[in-house]
């Protein structure tokens, strides 16, 4: 009698206690769950803040100090002109490379305020807006960038649009920039479900250790590729010019 007593009281023990740990993983997990919502709200709005600032930072660089040198440039231009027609040829040279040097500088500004808040980027419109980017590196005698995409683009996520959007801008720079290319070619398709974009150019290329010493625009592309489950590689052309390569298969 006293052993059945004891193991009713054992029994009655762990019953208890079995419901103490139930009841307190509910409420862990209850808990966890309250968190992760506030964390992703947070999240969310950490996000909206940012891209706030960075869509006024954009204007501003774009509505003042980008139109300012634009001012200057045409200032020095015009002045090189008429020093040129007064015979003062060395201050006219002078002058068209002032000129030249803040041209560079007010495309180096545009290159950031694009950057900052590239307008119009999602999932119904990546098109467009990735031909739109194009276009703005294709200047008459200077650069000629081209899109190529003759089919439609199954992009249904704005997250993987602006993603893919912001790989092919730090191309362009990297191109325009740092490679001083004269003919940049952005290909956009769809192999075998797979969105495939590339981005090729003439420019001087890169150096033979540059995967050991990769800036911050290599990184930070490599970064957004594998945020969205894509691959990047950078391909050597038989030119010995990279070819940047962007491989993002269908959602599982």
Not at 102 to 123: E, F, G, Q, T
């Amino acid at each position: 009698d006293e052993l059945v007593r004891v193991q009713a009281d054992l029994a009655a023990v762990n019953e208890r206690l079995e419901q103490s740990v139930t009841e307190r993983t509910a409420r862990l997990t209850s808990a966890n769950r309250e968190l992760h919502h506030e964390f992703k709200a947070r999240q969310r709005l950490e996000q909206e803040l940012s891209e706030r600032e960075r869509s006024s930072l954009s204007q501003a660089l774009h509505d003042g100090v980008c139109q300012h040198l634009a001012g200057v440039v045409m200032i020095a231009s015009t002045l090189s002109d008429v020093c040129g027609q007064k015979s003062d040829l060395e201050m006219a040279g002078k002058l068209k490379e002032i000129a030249s040097l803040i041209r560079s500088a007010n495309n180096d500004a545009r290159d950031i305020a694009r950057a900052l808040h590239p307008l119009d980027v999602d999932a119904s419109g990546f098109v467009t807006a990735l031909r739109n980017l194009v276009g703005c590196y294709d200047v008459p005698g200077q650069t000629r960038c081209a899109l190529y995409c003759h089919e439609a683009i199954p992009v249904h996520d704005n997250d993987v649009a602006m993603y893919l959007y912001r790989i092919v801008l730090e191309a362009l720079v990297n191109a325009s920039r740092h490679a001083h290319a004269r003919h940049i070619s952005v290909h956009l398709g769809v192999r075998q479900q797979d969105i495939m974009l590339s981005i090729t150019d003439d420019g001087i290329g890169l150096p033979p250790d540059y995967d050991q010493s990769a800036g911050l625009g290599l990184k930070l592309m490599r970064y957004r590729a594998s945020s969205i489950g894509a691959t990047l590689t950078i391909a050597a052309r038989p030119t010995g010019r990279p070819a940047v390569r962007c491989c993002l298969p269908p959602p599982a």
